[in-house]
């Protein structure tokens, strides 16, 4: 079986640390700290494993934060082709307050590559977009590379007829959205920075959303967190309503669990909407787990029981 390929440049070693109260301008001693491979594309590369479906992905890495990702990745089962660099991988930490029940995030900006390692990124990419069985691309660009970074690998992808489904926003997902992709996926906060308009309504939200079907996305779904998600077709619109959860830990790395589980569904032969669903539910079990794409799929299975859909 072919595998997905699961295109991000900034991947992550996360710290996952536990607080039973967090008080700011003092000194906290988590009572759990939890370490693993993060960043959208690992993420979502994790999560397809874990749900079946091989994947691999691909970024810069290096240094000895960039070893113990490599690490983390084989003990997933998840094929790594991260492009060496010579800087240590970015260090991103999730601060849980038990008490208050938020989860704050430090993100580190991810270093600067050179140019060598980004030529030989594009290179190898290029190759392996031919054969994977579907080409998901995750989170937006940073600095070192140009707003249509992307659009090289949807072009070689569209030529080998491998479907993508991107998540990004802004200018690098408008410029892919040209090469007619599969699928655009965002948030609605992502939305609304991307068109730059105001996302307040359902009806904004739609109309937005049918703009970038204007652009060129054949399909493209929405996300809100725990409220109300859409996706519009060609056809169709329809609103989704997640599925009520046990408890809420940790909600980072949920829409890559998402994304993970709406591929997943797809290469299975499900339609768009039922994959979306399973998509959902795959990014409802993520925020009652501790650390990002640690998925229980018995959990999936129940929550998907819990996502409605209907017509608009």
């Known amino acids: 079986m072919k595998s997905v390929l699961c295109l991000g440049l900034t991947p992550a070693l996360q710290r996952t640390m536990l607080f039973d109260k967090l008080e700011q301008d003092e ?14 594309a690992l993420n979502t590369a994790r999560a397809l494993v874990t749900l079946g479906t091989p994947a691999q992905t691909a970024g810069f890495n290096g240094g000895q934060t960039g070893r113990a990702i490599s690490a983390f990745l084989k003990a997933y089962g998840v094929d790594s ?8 991988t970015r260090i991103c930490s999730t ?37 994977a069985s579907m080409l998901v691309i995750s989170g937006t660009l940073p600095p070192f590379v140009a707003d249509d970074f992307y659009v090289g690998f949807v072009r070689s992808a569209a030529s080998a007829g491998v479907p993508v489904v991107i998540d990004s926003q802004k200018a690098a997902l408008i410029t ?15 939305l609304a920075t991307t068109l730059q308009e105001p996302m307040n309504s359902e009806r904004q939200i739609l109309r937005g959303m049918r703009d970038l079907m204007g652009m060129g996305a ?9 409220k109300a998600a859409y996706l519009v077709t060609s056809k169709h ?19 890559d669990c998402t994304t993970a589980g709406i591929v997943h569904a797809l290469l299975g032969g499900k339609r768009l909407r039922d994959a979306v669903r399973h998509g959902l539910a795959c990014g409802s079990a993520n925020v009652e787990s501790l650390t990002p794409a640690d ?7 129940t929550l998907r029981r819990g996502v409605t859909c209907e017509a608009i």
């Open 27 to 40: 000194v906290n001693r988590a009572r759990q700290v939890v370490e693993s491979a993060a960043g959208k």
């Open 81 to 88: 082709v991260l492009t060496p660099m010579r800087a240590d």
């Open 95 to 131: 601060l849980i307050d038990s008490a208050a029940g938020t989860v704050t995030e430090l993100v580190e900006e991810a270093p600067e590559p050179g140019a060598a390692a980004v030529k030989r990124f594009v290179n190898e990419n290029l190759k392996r977009t031919s054969g």
């Open 176 to 190: 892919v959205l040209f090469e007619r992709p599969l699928l655009a996926k965002l948030t609605v906060r992502e």
């Open 218 to 226: 054949q399909n493209v779904f929405v996300t809100q967190g725990g």
């Open 237 to 255: 619109a329809w609103r989704f309503t997640p599925p009520a959860l046990a408890r809420r830990v940790n909600p980072i790395g949920s829409g």
């Open 295 to 301: 998925l229980d799929l018995k959990r999936v299975a």
